[in-house]
């Protein structure tokens, strides 16, 4: 069964950090764009970072410089390194996996919609 | 960025009746290369993570039911639920996937049983 499973949240005080994992089954994370989606408690959905199959990663400006996506490929593992939190971080946190397609020629084309989600892990931000 | 907005906020539909969810985007997402919209619909049940019900406008995921349709292209886009049933009350979000690794979301519509 495809499925993905979030974990590490918690209770964190404003400048303080928190690791996010999460683990992936009934597929390979190092061959999918993978991403991290939150949501604000009572709010809408905002994308938070990505990782291409190649490596490269992508953040919003809301959280560049301070939030870190990486994988570990031998647990099948997506992480997301949160530093510097402040109050406005506070969310669930999904994990997803970004759809693909075939193309003419077979080759695996990904894109920016999402189409398996975990269950989300909340992070408070506060003192 | 891309902003997404949607309306209306809110409506109320009575069982087996027609719900329409409308979405705009502040620039086309037609990618002209491809005669493709890279806009995506999404349900989302109280405390359960989203879910992908429609991609490139109009192309319904998997296993979703075919009372679920996409329309659309450019920048207005609409969501239909030909004939709504109980286990559609969620919230909608559209989003659009056209701006490379920089995704966004509209602010969701919230859909009850009359």
Redesign the interface.
């Known amino acids: 069964e495809v499925q993905l499973v979030e974990s590490g949240g918690g209770l964190v005080q404003p400048g303080g950090s928190l690791r996010l994992s999460c683990a992936a089954s009934g597929f390979t994370v190092s061959s999918n764009y993978m991403s991290w989606?939150r949501q604000a408690p009572g709010k809408?959905?905002?994308?938070v970072s990505?990782i291409y199959s190649g490596g490269s990663t992508?953040y919003?400006d809301s959280v560049k410089g301070r939030f870190t996506i990486s994988r570990d490929n031998s647990k099948n593992t997506l992480y997301l390194q949160m530093n510097s939190l402040r109050a406005e971080d506070t969310a669930v946190y999904?994990c997803?996996r970004d759809?693909y397609y075939y193309d003419s020629s077979g080759y695996s084309r990904p894109?920016?919609?999402?189409?398996i989600?975990?269950?989300?892990t909340m992070v408070t931000v506060s003192s | 960025d891309i902003v997404m907005t949607q309306s209306p906020d809110s409506l109320a539909v009575s069982l087996g009746e027609r719900a329409t969810i409308n979405c705009k985007s502040s620039q086309s997402v037609l990618y002209s290369s491809n005669n493709k919209n890279?806009l995506?619909w999404?349900q989302?049940k109280p405390g359960?993570?989203?879910?992908?019900l429609i991609?490139w406008a109009s192309t319904r995921?998997s296993g979703v039911p075919d009372r679920f349709s996409g329309s659309g292209s450019g920048t207005d886009f609409t969501l239909t639920i030909s004939s709504l049933q109980a286990e559609d009350v969620a919230v909608y979000?559209c989003?659009q996937?056209y701006s490379?690794?920089?995704?966004?979301?509209?602010?969701?519509t919230k859909v009850d049983i009359k």
């Open positions: 989606v809408g959905l905002e994308w990505v992508y919003a999904y997803a759809r894109f920016d919609a999402f189409d989600w975990g269950q989300g | 890279y995506a999404y989302q359960q993570p989203p879910k992908l991609y995921e979000y989003q996937y490379t690794s920089l995704p966004t979301f509209g602010p969701g």
